[in-house]
Protein backbone atom coordinates (compact mmCIF):
# COMPACT_ATOMS: atom_id res chain seq x y z
CA UNK A 1 0.00 0.00 0.00
CA UNK A 2 1.15 3.62 -0.55
CA UNK A 3 0.11 6.84 0.74
CA UNK A 4 -0.02 9.96 -0.97
CA UNK A 5 2.17 12.24 1.52
CA UNK A 6 1.57 16.02 2.06
CA UNK A 7 3.86 17.73 3.90
CA UNK A 8 6.44 20.71 4.22
CA UNK A 9 9.98 19.68 4.26
CA UNK A 10 12.51 22.23 4.57
CA UNK A 11 9.84 25.27 3.95
CA UNK A 12 8.29 24.39 1.08
CA UNK A 13 5.22 21.79 0.58
CA UNK A 14 5.75 18.80 -1.53
CA UNK A 15 3.38 15.54 -2.41
CA UNK A 16 5.23 12.00 -2.97
CA UNK A 17 3.21 8.75 -2.94
CA UNK A 18 5.24 6.70 -0.13
CA UNK A 19 4.85 3.15 0.66
CA UNK A 20 3.31 2.97 4.06
CA UNK A 21 6.37 0.86 5.87
CA UNK A 22 8.67 3.37 4.25
CA UNK A 23 10.50 5.22 7.17
CA UNK A 24 11.09 8.77 7.08
CA UNK A 25 14.35 8.86 7.23
CA UNK A 26 14.79 6.76 4.52
CA UNK A 27 11.82 8.63 2.47
CA UNK A 28 14.48 11.87 3.15
CA UNK A 29 17.55 10.11 1.93
CA UNK A 30 16.28 7.89 -0.43
CA UNK A 31 13.06 9.82 -2.39
CA UNK A 32 14.00 13.08 -1.61
CA UNK A 33 17.73 12.39 -1.68
CA UNK A 34 18.53 14.71 1.73
CA UNK A 35 21.43 12.57 2.71
CA UNK A 36 22.61 15.13 5.65
CA UNK A 37 20.24 12.77 7.90
CA UNK A 38 22.72 9.95 9.09
CA UNK A 39 21.64 6.18 10.44
CA UNK A 40 24.12 5.22 12.69
CA UNK A 41 21.81 2.34 14.57
CA UNK A 42 19.03 0.04 14.26
CA UNK A 43 16.73 2.27 15.87
CA UNK A 44 16.48 5.02 18.73
CA UNK A 45 19.39 4.42 20.29
CA UNK A 46 21.91 7.05 19.05
CA UNK A 47 19.58 10.06 17.59
CA UNK A 48 22.16 10.56 14.02
CA UNK A 49 18.72 10.56 12.48
CA UNK A 50 16.95 13.62 14.29
CA UNK A 51 15.05 15.67 12.65
CA UNK A 52 12.23 18.64 13.46
CA UNK A 53 8.56 17.90 13.31
CA UNK A 54 7.02 21.05 14.09
CA UNK A 55 9.89 22.36 15.82
CA UNK A 56 10.41 19.22 18.06
CA UNK A 57 13.21 16.64 17.64
CA UNK A 58 12.33 13.46 16.35
CA UNK A 59 14.13 10.23 15.37
CA UNK A 60 13.79 9.81 11.48
CA UNK A 61 14.50 5.84 12.04
CA UNK A 62 11.35 5.41 13.97
CA UNK A 63 8.80 7.56 11.99
CA UNK A 64 7.22 6.17 9.41
CA UNK A 65 6.96 8.40 6.49
CA UNK A 66 3.13 8.72 5.85
CA UNK A 67 2.66 9.49 9.95
CA UNK A 68 4.16 12.99 9.15
CA UNK A 69 1.21 13.71 6.85
CA UNK A 70 0.39 17.37 6.92
CA UNK A 71 3.52 18.35 9.61
CA UNK A 72 6.53 20.76 9.14
CA UNK A 73 9.73 18.39 9.12
CA UNK A 74 12.98 20.35 8.92
CA UNK A 75 16.70 18.24 8.29
CA UNK A 76 19.90 19.90 8.72
CA UNK A 77 20.07 21.52 4.95
CA UNK A 78 17.64 23.54 6.15
CA UNK A 79 19.76 25.42 8.44
CA UNK A 80 21.97 27.29 6.02
CA UNK A 81 20.71 31.01 4.89
CA UNK A 82 21.76 31.70 1.24
CA UNK A 83 25.00 30.19 2.43
CA UNK A 84 25.63 31.83 5.26
CA UNK A 85 25.55 29.21 8.82
CA UNK A 86 22.89 29.79 10.98
CA UNK A 87 23.56 30.64 14.85
CA UNK A 88 23.90 26.72 16.06
CA UNK A 89 26.33 25.62 12.81
CA UNK A 90 28.66 28.05 13.81
CA UNK A 91 28.64 27.31 17.39
CA UNK A 92 29.29 23.72 16.07
CA UNK A 93 32.61 25.33 13.55
CA UNK A 94 33.91 27.35 15.42
CA UNK A 95 33.79 25.90 18.86
CA UNK A 96 34.64 22.59 17.15
CA UNK A 97 31.91 21.02 17.75
CA UNK A 98 32.07 18.34 15.05
CA UNK A 99 35.29 15.74 14.56
CA UNK A 100 34.31 12.86 12.37
CA UNK A 101 31.07 14.58 11.96
CA UNK A 102 28.82 11.69 11.99
CA UNK A 103 26.80 12.78 14.95
CA UNK A 104 26.65 16.19 13.72
CA UNK A 105 23.94 16.65 12.14
CA UNK A 106 21.75 14.49 14.39
CA UNK A 107 23.61 16.72 17.48
CA UNK A 108 22.58 19.94 15.35
CA UNK A 109 18.71 19.40 14.59
CA UNK A 110 18.33 18.00 18.45
CA UNK A 111 20.20 21.49 19.64
CA UNK A 112 18.26 23.53 17.47
CA UNK A 113 15.21 22.02 19.06
CA UNK A 114 16.40 22.51 22.28
CA UNK A 115 17.02 26.32 21.95
CA UNK A 116 13.64 26.97 20.01
CA UNK A 117 12.11 25.57 22.86
CA UNK A 118 14.21 26.89 25.65
CA UNK A 119 16.67 29.91 24.12
CA UNK A 120 19.12 30.13 26.80
CA UNK A 121 19.42 27.06 28.53
CA UNK A 122 21.88 26.08 31.31
CA UNK A 123 24.35 23.37 30.90
CA UNK A 124 22.31 20.79 32.66
CA UNK A 125 19.80 21.80 30.26
CA UNK A 126 22.24 21.63 27.22
CA UNK A 127 22.78 18.11 28.89
CA UNK A 128 19.42 16.78 29.20
CA UNK A 129 18.15 18.49 25.68
CA UNK A 130 20.84 16.13 24.21
CA UNK A 131 20.80 13.34 26.16
CA UNK A 132 19.75 11.40 22.92
CA UNK A 133 22.17 12.01 20.62
CA UNK A 134 25.37 9.91 21.39
CA UNK A 135 28.86 11.33 19.70
CA UNK A 136 31.83 9.14 19.86
CA UNK A 137 34.55 11.63 19.58
CA UNK A 138 34.10 14.67 21.23
CA UNK A 139 33.63 14.11 24.67
CA UNK A 140 30.92 16.48 24.50
CA UNK A 141 32.18 19.60 25.62
CA UNK A 142 32.68 21.38 23.05
CA UNK A 143 28.89 20.35 21.56
CA UNK A 144 28.43 22.04 25.14
CA UNK A 145 30.08 24.67 24.11
CA UNK A 146 29.25 24.73 20.74
CA UNK A 147 25.49 25.49 22.46
CA UNK A 148 26.45 27.84 24.38
CA UNK A 149 28.06 30.24 21.68
CA UNK A 150 24.72 29.63 19.25
CA UNK A 151 22.43 30.84 22.70
CA UNK A 152 24.80 33.80 23.15
CA UNK A 153 24.71 34.85 19.83
CA UNK A 154 21.10 34.39 18.63
CA UNK A 155 20.67 36.49 21.72
CA UNK A 156 22.48 39.87 20.73
CA UNK B 1 14.54 -1.06 3.23
CA UNK B 2 14.35 -4.68 3.19
CA UNK B 3 14.39 -4.24 7.03
CA UNK B 4 10.75 -3.30 7.04
CA UNK B 5 8.56 -5.65 6.54
CA UNK B 6 5.38 -5.18 4.60
CA UNK B 7 2.35 -3.94 6.10
CA UNK B 8 -0.67 -1.32 6.03
CA UNK B 9 -0.68 1.82 7.88
CA UNK B 10 -4.03 3.47 8.74
CA UNK B 11 -4.35 6.74 10.63
CA UNK B 12 -7.67 6.83 12.17
CA UNK B 13 -9.21 9.78 13.60
CA UNK B 14 -11.04 8.28 16.16
CA UNK B 15 -11.27 5.70 18.59
CA UNK B 16 -14.05 3.46 17.28
CA UNK B 17 -12.43 3.18 14.09
CA UNK B 18 -8.83 2.64 15.74
CA UNK B 19 -10.53 -0.09 17.75
CA UNK B 20 -12.43 -1.86 14.91
CA UNK B 21 -9.08 -1.74 12.72
CA UNK B 22 -7.27 -3.30 15.39
CA UNK B 23 -9.43 -6.59 15.24
CA UNK B 24 -8.33 -7.30 11.69
CA UNK B 25 -6.12 -10.34 11.83
CA UNK B 26 -2.21 -9.11 12.48
CA UNK B 27 -2.97 -5.67 12.89
CA UNK B 28 -1.03 -3.74 16.00
CA UNK B 29 -1.23 -0.35 17.42
CA UNK B 30 1.61 2.33 17.00
CA UNK B 31 1.82 5.61 18.86
CA UNK B 32 4.95 7.15 19.46
CA UNK B 33 6.90 4.43 17.85
CA UNK B 34 9.20 4.31 20.07
CA UNK B 35 9.32 1.01 20.76
CA UNK B 36 6.80 -0.93 18.48
CA UNK B 37 9.14 0.53 15.83
CA UNK B 38 12.26 -0.62 17.09
CA UNK B 39 10.71 -3.65 17.56
CA UNK B 40 9.28 -4.15 13.61
CA UNK B 41 12.78 -3.34 12.20
CA UNK B 42 14.13 -5.82 14.30
CA UNK B 43 11.84 -8.94 13.37
CA UNK B 44 10.18 -9.25 16.79
CA UNK B 45 7.09 -8.11 15.80
CA UNK B 46 5.52 -8.95 12.29
CA UNK B 47 2.29 -6.62 11.49
CA UNK B 48 -0.05 -7.31 8.71
CA UNK B 49 -1.60 -3.60 9.69
CA UNK B 50 -0.10 -0.97 12.14
CA UNK B 51 -2.92 1.24 13.56
CA UNK B 52 -1.27 4.60 14.29
CA UNK B 53 -2.94 6.39 17.29
CA UNK B 54 -1.43 9.71 16.48
CA UNK B 55 -4.31 11.30 14.40
CA UNK B 56 -6.78 10.65 16.76
CA UNK B 57 -8.77 13.76 17.46
CA UNK B 58 -8.42 14.79 21.64
CA UNK B 59 -6.29 11.53 22.29
CA UNK B 60 -3.68 13.86 23.33
CA UNK B 61 -5.42 16.80 25.56
CA UNK B 62 -4.83 16.86 30.13
CA UNK B 63 -8.44 17.65 31.66
CA UNK B 64 -8.55 18.69 34.98
CA UNK B 65 -11.66 18.88 37.12
CA UNK B 66 -12.35 18.30 40.77
CA UNK B 67 -11.99 14.67 40.44
CA UNK B 68 -8.50 14.68 39.11
CA UNK B 69 -6.50 14.63 36.61
CA UNK B 70 -7.49 12.96 32.65
CA UNK B 71 -4.91 12.45 30.99
CA UNK B 72 -4.99 11.14 27.21
CA UNK B 73 -2.84 7.92 26.07
CA UNK B 74 -1.45 9.98 23.19
CA UNK B 75 0.10 12.93 25.40
CA UNK B 76 3.80 12.64 25.59
CA UNK B 77 6.15 12.36 28.61
CA UNK B 78 7.40 15.56 28.15
CA UNK B 79 4.34 16.94 28.45
CA UNK B 80 3.75 15.12 31.56
CA UNK B 81 7.45 15.66 32.54
CA UNK B 82 6.60 20.01 32.26
CA UNK B 83 3.35 20.02 33.14
CA UNK B 84 2.79 22.34 36.38
CA UNK B 85 -0.49 20.25 38.30
CA UNK B 86 1.51 17.38 37.68
CA UNK B 87 5.23 18.55 39.19
CA UNK B 88 3.15 20.19 41.66
CA UNK B 89 0.65 17.51 42.70
CA UNK B 90 1.63 14.07 41.59
CA UNK B 91 5.74 14.42 41.54
CA UNK B 92 6.64 11.58 40.97
CA UNK B 93 4.67 11.23 37.57
CA UNK B 94 6.32 14.23 36.30
CA UNK B 95 9.96 13.04 37.65
CA UNK B 96 9.08 8.93 35.66
CA UNK B 97 8.68 10.77 32.42
CA UNK B 98 11.66 12.76 32.86
CA UNK B 99 13.41 9.17 33.47
CA UNK B 100 12.30 7.65 30.18
CA UNK B 101 14.97 7.36 27.39
CA UNK B 102 16.53 10.57 26.31
CA UNK B 103 14.73 13.94 25.66
CA UNK B 104 13.78 13.38 21.74
CA UNK B 105 12.18 9.99 22.81
CA UNK B 106 10.36 11.90 25.39
CA UNK B 107 9.05 14.35 22.73
CA UNK B 108 7.53 11.70 21.02
CA UNK B 109 6.56 8.82 23.37
CA UNK B 110 3.41 8.31 24.47
CA UNK B 111 2.22 7.41 27.97
CA UNK B 112 -0.46 4.74 26.25
CA UNK B 113 2.98 3.79 24.65
CA UNK B 114 4.96 3.47 28.14
CA UNK B 115 2.23 2.09 29.88
CA UNK B 116 1.63 -0.70 27.37
CA UNK B 117 5.74 -1.53 26.92
CA UNK B 118 6.53 -4.88 26.03
CA UNK B 119 8.68 -6.55 28.68
CA UNK B 120 12.33 -6.44 27.97
CA UNK B 121 15.29 -9.34 27.90
CA UNK B 122 18.89 -9.51 26.59
CA UNK B 123 17.86 -12.64 24.88
CA UNK B 124 15.23 -10.69 23.18
CA UNK B 125 16.03 -7.67 22.31
CA UNK B 126 18.30 -7.96 19.65
CA UNK B 127 18.62 -8.10 15.98
CA UNK B 128 17.03 -10.65 14.01
CA UNK B 129 20.38 -12.55 13.25
CA UNK B 130 21.54 -12.50 16.96
CA UNK B 131 18.05 -13.82 18.05
CA UNK B 132 18.65 -16.50 14.92
CA UNK B 133 21.94 -17.65 15.51
CA UNK B 134 20.79 -17.85 19.47
CA UNK B 135 17.44 -20.21 18.26
CA UNK B 136 15.45 -17.55 19.30
CA UNK B 137 13.55 -17.90 23.04
CA UNK B 138 10.67 -19.12 24.37
CA UNK B 139 8.81 -15.50 23.85
CA UNK B 140 9.37 -15.41 20.59
CA UNK B 141 9.22 -18.28 17.59
CA UNK B 142 11.89 -20.43 19.91
CA UNK B 143 11.21 -23.43 22.52
CA UNK B 144 13.05 -22.87 25.26
CA UNK B 145 14.04 -19.43 27.67
CA UNK B 146 17.48 -19.29 27.90
CA UNK B 147 17.18 -17.26 31.35
CA UNK B 148 15.81 -20.15 33.10
CA UNK B 149 16.19 -22.99 30.31
CA UNK B 150 14.47 -25.77 32.75
CA UNK B 151 10.87 -23.96 32.90
CA UNK B 152 8.08 -22.72 30.09
CA UNK B 153 7.52 -19.32 31.45
CA UNK B 154 9.17 -16.27 30.38
CA UNK B 155 11.00 -13.64 32.68
CA UNK B 156 11.21 -10.73 30.84
CA UNK B 157 11.13 -7.61 32.97
CA UNK B 158 8.79 -4.81 32.46
CA UNK B 159 11.07 -1.74 32.40
CA UNK B 160 8.65 1.41 31.86
CA UNK B 161 9.00 4.20 34.04
CA UNK B 162 5.63 5.78 34.69
CA UNK B 163 3.66 2.79 35.72
CA UNK B 164 5.25 2.78 38.98
CA UNK B 165 4.54 6.68 39.61
CA UNK B 166 1.18 6.06 38.68
CA UNK B 167 0.35 2.85 40.75
CA UNK B 168 1.50 4.85 43.74
CA UNK B 169 -1.55 7.74 43.48
CA UNK B 170 -4.19 5.25 42.79
CA UNK B 171 -4.52 5.57 38.71
CA UNK B 172 -7.46 4.28 36.54
CA UNK B 173 -7.85 3.49 32.84
CA UNK B 174 -10.46 3.55 30.46
CA UNK B 175 -10.03 1.10 27.89
CA UNK B 176 -11.90 0.54 24.52
CA UNK B 177 -12.59 -2.43 23.00
CA UNK B 178 -14.70 -4.11 20.63
CA UNK B 179 -17.33 -5.61 23.35
CA UNK B 180 -16.79 -1.50 24.74
CA UNK B 181 -15.54 0.51 27.40
CA UNK B 182 -14.46 -0.21 30.96
CA UNK B 183 -12.78 1.56 33.35
CA UNK B 184 -10.59 0.03 35.78
CA UNK B 185 -7.41 -0.05 38.18
CA UNK B 186 -4.29 0.71 36.35
CA UNK B 187 -2.79 -2.45 38.65
CA UNK B 188 -5.32 -4.72 37.26
CA UNK B 189 -3.78 -4.03 33.35
CA UNK B 190 -1.09 -6.48 34.23
CA UNK B 191 -0.23 -9.94 34.94
CA UNK B 192 2.74 -12.37 36.09
CA UNK B 193 3.38 -13.30 32.85
CA UNK B 194 6.69 -11.96 30.25
CA UNK B 195 5.19 -13.61 27.55
CA UNK B 196 1.53 -11.75 27.47
CA UNK B 197 1.95 -8.98 30.91
CA UNK B 198 -1.37 -7.00 29.67
CA UNK B 199 -4.62 -7.70 30.69
CA UNK B 200 -6.32 -5.81 27.82
CA UNK B 201 -8.38 -8.42 25.35
CA UNK B 202 -7.25 -8.60 21.90
CA UNK B 203 -8.45 -4.86 20.18
CA UNK B 204 -8.48 -2.79 23.68
CA UNK B 205 -7.02 0.04 24.18
CA UNK B 206 -6.07 2.61 26.59
CA UNK B 207 -7.89 6.01 25.76
CA UNK B 208 -7.39 8.38 29.29
CA UNK B 209 -5.42 7.65 32.08
CA UNK B 210 -7.30 9.26 35.49
CA UNK B 211 -5.34 10.35 38.69
CA UNK B 212 -7.64 11.30 41.14
CA UNK B 213 -7.28 14.39 43.09
CA UNK B 214 -7.57 12.79 46.93
CA UNK B 215 -4.31 11.18 45.96
CA UNK B 216 -2.65 14.35 44.78
CA UNK B 217 -0.44 16.92 46.83
CA UNK B 218 1.19 14.15 49.31
CA UNK B 219 4.86 14.09 48.99
CA UNK B 220 6.03 11.13 45.90
CA UNK B 221 9.21 10.67 44.05
CA UNK B 222 10.48 8.35 41.05
CA UNK B 223 14.32 7.08 41.07
CA UNK B 224 15.83 4.43 38.98
CA UNK B 225 18.94 2.89 38.67
CA UNK B 226 20.53 2.44 35.18
CA UNK B 227 24.28 1.88 33.45
CA UNK B 228 24.32 5.41 31.32
CA UNK B 229 22.83 8.53 32.64
CA UNK B 230 21.35 9.77 29.72
CA UNK B 231 19.36 7.14 27.83
CA UNK B 232 18.60 3.63 29.66
CA UNK B 233 15.93 1.31 30.68
CA UNK B 234 16.17 0.76 34.31
CA UNK B 235 17.99 -1.87 36.21
CA UNK B 236 15.48 -1.12 39.37
CA UNK B 237 13.22 1.77 39.52
CA UNK B 238 10.64 2.98 42.72
CA UNK B 239 8.18 5.27 43.26
CA UNK B 240 7.14 6.66 46.55
CA UNK B 241 3.92 8.35 47.77
CA UNK B 242 3.43 8.86 51.78
CA UNK B 243 1.58 10.80 54.20
CA UNK B 244 2.89 12.23 57.45
CA UNK B 245 0.83 13.23 60.33
CA UNK B 246 2.75 14.72 63.32
CA UNK B 247 5.97 13.47 62.68
CA UNK B 248 4.95 10.11 62.06
CA UNK B 249 4.09 7.94 59.16
CA UNK B 250 0.46 8.01 58.28
CA UNK B 251 0.28 6.35 54.69
CA UNK B 252 3.11 4.67 52.73
CA UNK B 253 2.48 3.37 48.76
CA UNK B 254 5.43 2.07 47.17
CA UNK B 255 5.74 0.93 43.63
CA UNK B 256 8.69 -1.45 41.54
CA UNK B 257 9.57 -1.64 37.61
CA UNK B 258 12.48 -3.62 36.44
CA UNK B 259 12.69 -6.07 38.93
CA UNK B 260 9.92 -8.33 37.76
CA UNK B 261 7.73 -9.20 34.55
CA UNK B 262 4.99 -6.26 35.54
CA UNK B 263 5.09 -2.96 37.86
CA UNK B 264 4.42 -4.06 41.34
CA UNK B 265 2.49 -2.55 44.01
CA UNK B 266 4.37 -3.35 46.82
CA UNK B 267 1.59 -5.34 49.87
CA UNK B 268 2.33 -5.22 53.55
CA UNK B 269 3.29 -1.72 54.25
CA UNK B 270 0.23 -0.94 56.25
CA UNK B 271 2.26 -2.24 59.42
CA UNK B 272 4.88 0.88 59.17
CA UNK B 273 2.01 3.30 59.84
CA UNK B 274 2.19 4.79 63.06
CA UNK B 275 5.92 4.47 62.31
CA UNK B 276 8.41 7.23 63.07
CA UNK B 277 10.81 6.21 60.47
CA UNK B 278 13.52 5.46 62.79
CA UNK B 279 17.00 3.19 61.22
CA UNK B 280 14.74 -0.11 61.98
CA UNK B 281 11.62 0.98 60.20
CA UNK B 282 13.12 2.32 57.10
CA UNK B 283 15.35 -1.24 56.70
CA UNK B 284 12.26 -2.45 57.00
CA UNK B 285 10.84 -1.28 54.31
CA UNK B 286 13.73 -1.21 52.42
CA UNK B 287 13.41 -5.27 53.03
CA UNK B 288 9.93 -5.20 52.41
CA UNK B 289 10.68 -3.71 48.55
CA UNK B 290 13.16 -6.44 48.11
CA UNK B 291 11.37 -9.28 48.92
CA UNK B 292 8.70 -8.34 46.53
CA UNK B 293 11.21 -8.36 43.73
CA UNK B 294 11.84 -11.15 41.26
CA UNK B 295 14.54 -9.85 39.21
CA UNK B 296 15.81 -12.66 37.26
CA UNK B 297 18.74 -13.03 34.41
CA UNK B 298 17.25 -10.53 31.59
CA UNK B 299 19.89 -7.79 31.79
CA UNK B 300 23.71 -7.74 32.02
CA UNK B 301 23.46 -6.44 35.79
CA UNK B 302 23.42 -9.61 37.96
CA UNK B 303 19.85 -10.13 39.85
CA UNK B 304 21.28 -9.68 43.30
CA UNK B 305 22.29 -6.37 42.64
CA UNK B 306 19.29 -5.38 40.99
CA UNK B 307 17.27 -6.33 43.89
CA UNK B 308 19.49 -4.84 46.73
CA UNK B 309 19.05 -1.54 44.79
CA UNK B 310 15.44 -1.67 44.85
CA UNK B 311 15.31 -1.85 48.17
CA UNK B 312 17.50 0.85 48.72
CA UNK B 313 16.04 3.07 46.13
CA UNK B 314 12.57 2.68 48.16
CA UNK B 315 14.22 3.32 51.66
CA UNK B 316 16.06 6.99 50.65
CA UNK B 317 13.11 7.72 48.65
CA UNK B 318 10.94 7.13 51.98
CA UNK B 319 13.46 8.78 54.08
CA UNK B 320 14.34 12.13 52.16
CA UNK B 321 10.34 12.14 51.09
CA UNK B 322 9.74 12.49 55.31
CA UNK B 323 12.56 14.92 55.38
CA UNK B 324 14.99 12.82 56.70
C1 LIG C 1 16.99 3.87 23.13
C2 LIG C 1 15.68 3.74 23.87
C3 LIG C 1 15.67 3.86 25.24
C4 LIG C 1 14.48 3.74 25.95
N1 LIG C 1 14.51 3.89 27.31
C5 LIG C 1 13.36 3.80 28.01
C6 LIG C 1 13.37 3.99 29.43
O1 LIG C 1 14.41 4.26 30.02
N2 LIG C 1 12.21 3.86 30.11
C7 LIG C 1 11.03 3.58 29.48
O2 LIG C 1 10.01 3.50 30.16
N3 LIG C 1 10.98 3.42 28.14
C8 LIG C 1 12.11 3.54 27.39
N4 LIG C 1 12.07 3.38 26.02
C9 LIG C 1 10.82 2.94 25.40
C10 LIG C 1 9.89 4.01 24.90
O3 LIG C 1 10.58 5.10 24.36
C11 LIG C 1 8.90 4.54 25.91
O4 LIG C 1 8.43 3.51 26.76
C12 LIG C 1 7.70 5.24 25.26
O5 LIG C 1 6.91 5.85 26.24
C13 LIG C 1 6.82 4.32 24.46
O6 LIG C 1 5.75 5.09 23.93
P1 LIG C 1 5.42 5.10 22.37
O7 LIG C 1 4.28 6.03 22.19
O8 LIG C 1 6.62 5.37 21.57
O9 LIG C 1 4.98 3.58 22.20
P2 LIG C 1 4.87 2.67 20.90
O10 LIG C 1 6.20 2.14 20.54
O11 LIG C 1 4.09 3.35 19.86
O12 LIG C 1 3.98 1.49 21.52
C14 LIG C 1 4.46 0.63 22.54
C15 LIG C 1 3.43 -0.47 22.77
O13 LIG C 1 2.24 0.06 23.32
C16 LIG C 1 1.13 -0.24 22.50
N5 LIG C 1 0.26 0.94 22.61
C17 LIG C 1 0.59 2.23 22.39
N6 LIG C 1 -0.42 3.06 22.73
C18 LIG C 1 -1.43 2.26 23.17
C19 LIG C 1 -2.75 2.50 23.67
N7 LIG C 1 -3.25 3.74 23.79
N8 LIG C 1 -3.51 1.44 24.04
C20 LIG C 1 -3.03 0.16 23.94
N9 LIG C 1 -1.79 -0.13 23.48
C21 LIG C 1 -1.01 0.91 23.11
C22 LIG C 1 1.68 -0.50 21.13
O14 LIG C 1 0.85 -1.35 20.38
C23 LIG C 1 3.00 -1.18 21.50
O15 LIG C 1 2.77 -2.51 21.79
C24 LIG C 1 13.25 3.50 25.27
C25 LIG C 1 13.26 3.37 23.87
C26 LIG C 1 14.46 3.49 23.17
C27 LIG C 1 14.45 3.36 21.68
S1 LIG D 1 13.03 -14.52 29.92
FE1 LIG D 1 13.42 -16.33 28.63
S2 LIG D 1 11.62 -16.51 27.30
FE2 LIG D 1 11.56 -14.48 28.22
S3 LIG D 1 12.55 -13.15 26.68
FE3 LIG D 1 14.17 -13.80 28.11
S4 LIG D 1 15.04 -15.67 27.22
FE4 LIG D 1 13.10 -15.27 26.17
S1 LIG E 1 19.60 6.07 13.46
FE1 LIG E 1 20.21 5.82 15.51
S2 LIG E 1 18.58 6.83 16.55
FE2 LIG E 1 17.92 6.89 14.52
S1 LIG F 1 31.91 13.95 15.92
FE1 LIG F 1 32.31 11.86 15.56
S2 LIG F 1 30.60 10.93 16.51
FE2 LIG F 1 30.39 12.95 17.11
Not at chain 1, 27 to 37: I, K, W
Not at chain 2, 7 to 20: C, G
Not at chain 2, 204 to 222: C, K, N, R, W
Not at chain 2, 273 to 300: H, N
Request: proline share 4%.
Amino acid sequence: MKTLLSLTLNGRPRDDAVPDNMLLVDYLREVVRLTGTKIGCDGGECGCCTVLVDDRPRHACLTLAAAVQGRRVETIESLERNGRMSAIQRGFHEKLGAQCGFCTPGMVMAAEGLLRENPDPDIPAIRRGLAANICRCTGYVKIIEAVQAAAKENAA
Amino acid sequence: MEYMPDFTLHRPKDVAEAVRLRAEEGALFVAGGTDMIVNVRRGIERPTSLVDLSAIEGLDRIERDADGLHIGAGVTLDRLATDGTIRRDFAAVAQGAAAVAGATHQRYGTLGGNLCLDTRCLFYNQSEWWRKSNDYCLKERGSVCHVAPGGKRCFAAFSGDVAPTLLVHGAEIDVVGPDGARRMKLADLYRNDGMDHLTLAPGEMIVTIHLPASEGGAPSAYEKSRIRGAIDFPLAGAAVWLRQDGGRLAALRIATTGVHTHPVLIEGLEKFAGSALDDAALDGIGETVRSQSRPMRTTTVKPWYRRRVVGALARRLTARLAGL
